[in-house]
């Protein structure tokens, strides 16, 4: 019942954030300064992930391939298709969960604790809409980190593989275009929109309804993380049972 | 002015407040007063209508909350004020961005008449030099001074202020308390301050309302205060050492 209870407030918050829109010129500076803090501050640890992950990827694919049938061009297409289906999307989310989910719940959660959410009220301004829609509106920048991810990821397979002794770049180039299908690229994307409104309103719900101090503060920002990433890790599922399967 | 008619209100099946009837008057500071607990900040927070009333109704020169639609509701908000105890400035924001906000949000004036009237409103408050600062680079009695700007740049018809001088040092809170009282009288606006500092009773007390455990034990003024014979008020008085004192010397005819 508790977590119906959740579940019923958190659609509840969705309908507070898209109603009563505060003045455009306000929000304007608010989308700008949010694509700020959550998106352009996220790329430095987003390529740095992903490059380490495709490299890792490569190698562990390398390494596995012991059967001298299999051609070494596949170590370029499993990168390809591990960084661009999963690792990217899902796997680089599950982080910014940690990353933005938290800096968005401490954010609001602090203007909870210190009456700033009471003092917006007060004025006759939406706070919902105040605080969480610029949040909204910056994430569907999201995609183009993840495409950086993408990118970054199948670059950091390349360096590993042909670098690291365990193919040469042209078998390496042949396996990444090897049965390139576009519609991974749209199933990928479609998950990433996805994880974008998720890592946007479930620490906004954490950070927005919780009670207490600056403990609390702390506890709602975990909390925030380990929802966020139960709902990405489930809606994963569900997509790709929907969209691939 | 503002009344309030038999206003009750509770949470999870326990009662809060308990049939308060009082008036707050427009041009006079009108101060809610009474022990921790006994539901002066509740009791302002459904002034403010943060807090829907389980019964009972507020009254503002006329106008029921209750009974006005959302749109009413959202433009009777605009016309108060509010100081927080903790300023409850926006810490992302300059001394001079937080006093612009609620005209930013409402007023459809030009950016530089918007600044004039914030240059106005912090030269009221005596701060004239801190625009460019951040909340966290001024003193306490700064950032109280900066949420009065705030409150009143509006020029609002209801002024608010939860415990203005917690966390004051005496003199500051002395400042603050005048700085309130002359706002009020110039602006002609309808004050409700919440406190439980004897000092700020003594000071700007024209109109004093008493709780405890919810109910509305007494109501007076200043001077009366001191006279009434009502016992939760007078162990509340005198729970300070410094009246205690006073009352025994005039007592003993010092």
Redesign the interface.
Known sequence: MFYLDDIGRYFLMLKGVFSRMTKRSVLRNLIFKEIDDLIIGSLGITVFLAFFIGAVVAIQTALNLTNPLIPKQLIGFASRQSVILEFAPTFISVIMAGKVGSFITSSIGTMRVTEQIDALEVMGINSLNYLVFPKVVAMFMYPFVIAIAMFTGIFGAYIAGVYGGFLSSSDFLTGLREEFIPYHLVYAFIKTFLYAFLLATIPSFHGYYMKGGALEVGKASTSAFVWTTVVIVISNYVLTQLLLS | MIEVKDLHKGFNGEKILKGITTTFHRGKTNLIIGTSGSGKTVFLKCL???FTPEKGSICYDGSTYSELDEAQ???L??Q?G?V???S????SMTVEENVM??L???SKHKKDEMLDRVNEVLNRVNLENANAKLPSEISGGMQKRVAIARAVVTKPKYL?CDEPNSGLDPRTAIVIDNLIKEITEENDITTVINTHDMNSVMEIGEKIVFLKNGFLEWEGDKTQIFKTDNQAVTEFVYSSNLFKKVRDAQLKGL
Request: aromatic share 22%; glycine share 8%.
């Open positions: 403010l209508g943060l509701q959202r433009d908000k605009e108060m509010m927080f105890q903790g409850a400035l926006f810490d906000f609620p930013m949000m409402f608010f």
